[in-house]
């Protein structure tokens, strides 16, 4: 017997050509090679929120086309008293929705510079440092979505499950899932999904790598025993000499991003240099700037200091005609500075150095 995720994954339109629907011209926008996944250029984010149109994607198949008048999303597994089917109506009349302003980013960012750093060049996805964007995204708490279904008391794990060809998965335990602040979105900015970013519906797991948040969401697995699929044991795992079974990663490390390209060139005199860092689960409380060989400075957050939402920062620079280099590290509430060098794992996941940012002025 053909199951309704089976059923919704093969009434998907699969297009021929791009595995994306948006535009994603050069100016906006980094690719990667990969014809799947696409970075946000630094330079061209205008606001504290990333606009749809340059939000970056990253996708493990192309965008399925899904029709919302035959769309639906099942509860079900041994961790639920009941299954439950919901439409996309049911998902907009019948339960209370909220908003929350999250950051993600796939874990994979900055991977080409991780390379760069070891002198490797790492499998996967090859980011720069676009794969980072924030968003408002309006939905149902998951929890009010799974409460229905009646959890048992032994319910462990939560495992969103994607109509994309690959069905791509990653559980998360319980509490995570019934957290204030873990949605299902409907909307982005304000606005329905787009397709690449979700539609009908997506999952925001706030603070975690990117690939927790499964777009396209046809299924979700409520389990009393651990999940296990290679998106937790094979991928998006931390491995290297210390940890060769793969750690699983779940929140990202602290990082910073400046909002200049790289190299950057510059014209003298004051101007105002920005960008924004990232904390995953935390809050970035501080960041510090240092040109050339010169003293550790802060800089000016500019932006509320939100758990789970990247802060902006600027800082003031009379820029000297000649060579420069840049640096930026961020400290987050519970003590985590950016560290000097990242420790080494097989798959190039969560690089958060301090970058050697070059800059001409002149």
């Keep these: 017997m053909t199951s309704g995720t089976e059923r919704q994954r093969m009434s998907t339109a699969p297009r021929t050509g791009r595995g994306v629907v948006k535009p994603t011209p050069a100016e906006l926008m980094e690719d990667t090679g990969t014809g799947l996944d696409y970075g946000t250029r630094p330079d061209r984010i205008p606001g504290y929120l990333t606009p749809a ?17 035959t769309w639906s999303l099942r509860v079900e597994g041994n961790g639920v008293c009941r299954p ?3 439409t996309y109506d049911d998902l907009w009349h019948r339960f209370t929705h909220v908003s929350v302003v999250r950051t993600l980013e796939c874990a994979g960012n900055r991977r080409a510079l991780f390379g760069a ?3 490797h060049r790492f499998e996967g996805t090859p980011w720069g440092r676009g794969a980072i964007g924030t968003a408002e995204w309006t939905g ?3 929890r009010d979505l799974l409460e229905p279904a009646g959890i ?3 319910a462990r794990d939560v495992m969103p499950e994607s109509l994309d060809a690959v069905c791509a998965r990653r559980p998360m335990p319980l509490a995570k899932a019934l957290a204030d602040d873990t949605v299902l979105a409907l909307t982005m900015n304000g606005d329905v999904l787009p397709p690449d970013h979700g539609f009908p519906a997506r999952v925001v797991v706030s603070g975690w790598l990117g690939a927790a948040s499964i777009k396209w969401v046809g299924r979700i697995e ?3 025993e651990a999940l296990r699929v290679p998106w937790n044991t094979e991928d998006y795992v931390l491995t290297g000499p210390e940890s060769a079974e793969g750690v699983p990663i779940t929140s990202v490390p602290v990082a910073s991003l400046v909002e200049l390209p790289w190299p950057a060139r510059l014209r003298p005199g004051p101007q105002v240099i920005r960008g924004r860092a990232f904390a995953g689960e935390h809050r970035v409380v501080t960041v510090d700037y240092r040109l050339d060989d010169g003293p550790w400075r802060p800089a000016l957050l500019t932006s509320p200091e939100t758990p789970g939402a990247w ?5 003031r620079w009379d820029a000297e005609p000649g060579k420069h280099v840049l640096q930026v590290r961020a400290t987050d509430d519970k003590g985590h500075i950016q560290p000097g060098a ?3 794992n097989d798959l190039g996941y969560c690089y958060n150095s301090i970058l050697s940012h070059p800059v001409v002025v002149g």
């Design 53 to 69: 149109d340059r939000f970056f994607i990253r996708s493990h198949a192309p965008t399925p086309l899904l029709d919302a008048a």
């Design 84 to 86: 439950v089917t919901y």
């Design 117 to 119: 750093e070891h002198g």
């Design 140 to 142: 149902v708490r998951l």
């Design 152 to 154: 048992t008391h032994v």
């Design 222 to 224: 409520v389990s009393e």
């Design 311 to 315: 802060a902006r920062w600027q800082f």
């Design 342 to 344: 990242t420790t080494w």
